[in-house]
């Protein structure tokens, strides 16, 4: 006995049968006209709006005090920080998720630039802490390269450079060749780290002077 046949129509090459979701989605379009959005590009921009949503958690305190959103997405972000239960934390997002979607467009690309902001700072952070890690070595074991330091970066405290490169160097030196354990690099002094943090602060323009997270691996 042979199949019947399923009703429907095609659109850009796509068999809709008649009655299957995407064929209803067709038919809402049609009735309310092409302008509006479809209801999988209104999923697509709920999903995106909670996403960006959740990102505001991270958001740091600075950054969100200068979007002005409302007390209501605010209380309700605070309140989704506090909760550690899934499920109502699953349910918290999904009203923050709401408060979203009544945001401005305006406020929503704030949104977006501020986070944009933050991950920029972070990455560039990051990047500062391995070049200043770089040339702290370069400057201990080379003495061109205090010269070539100063002719990248004029505005650095020349005197306290040479100072704090002078006594790492015989920090990094040791007694003796049994002084060392055997496996272990030396323990480095003050002056190394402080050379680290000098080098760093010029780096990022001072940003970092009073960063907790400074290099904190020879203490």
């Known amino acids: 006995m042979s199949r019947k046949p399923k009703k429907g129509y095609f659109v850009r090459g796509q068999f809709v049968a008649e009655g299957s979701e995407l064929d209803l989605e067709y038919k809402r379009e049609l009735k309310g006209g092409f302008d509006g959005p479809s209801r999988t590009e209104l999923k697509r921009e709920s999903t995106e709006l909670q996403e960006l949503g959740t990102h505001l958690l991270t958001l740091r305190k600075d950054l969100m005090e200068s979007l002005s959103l409302p007390d209501k997405l605010v209380d309700g972000l605070a309140e989704a920080k506090r909760i550690t239960n899934f499920e109502g934390k699953r349910r918290q997002m999904q009203f923050i998720g709401k408060q979203m979607r009544l945001l401005s ?22 990047q500062a802490l391995h070049l200043a890690e770089v040339w702290r070595d370069r400057l201990i074991a080379d003495d061109a390269a205090v010269g070539e330091w100063i002719a990248n970066f004029p505005q650095t405290d020349i005197q306290q450079l040479r100072a704090l490169v002078r006594q790492a160097r015989k920090d990094a030196t040791p007694v003796s060749q049994a002084a060392v354990s055997p496996g272990l690099a030396p323990r480095q002094g003050r002056a190394f780290r402080e050379l680290f943090k000098l080098l760093r602060s010029v780096l990022t323009d001072g940003a970092s002077d009073n960063n907790p997270d400074e290099e904190t691996e020879d203490e």
């Open 105 to 126: 467009p305006e406020t929503l690309q704030a949104v977006r630039e501020a986070l944009d902001i933050q991950r920029l700072g972070s990455a560039k952070d990051t």
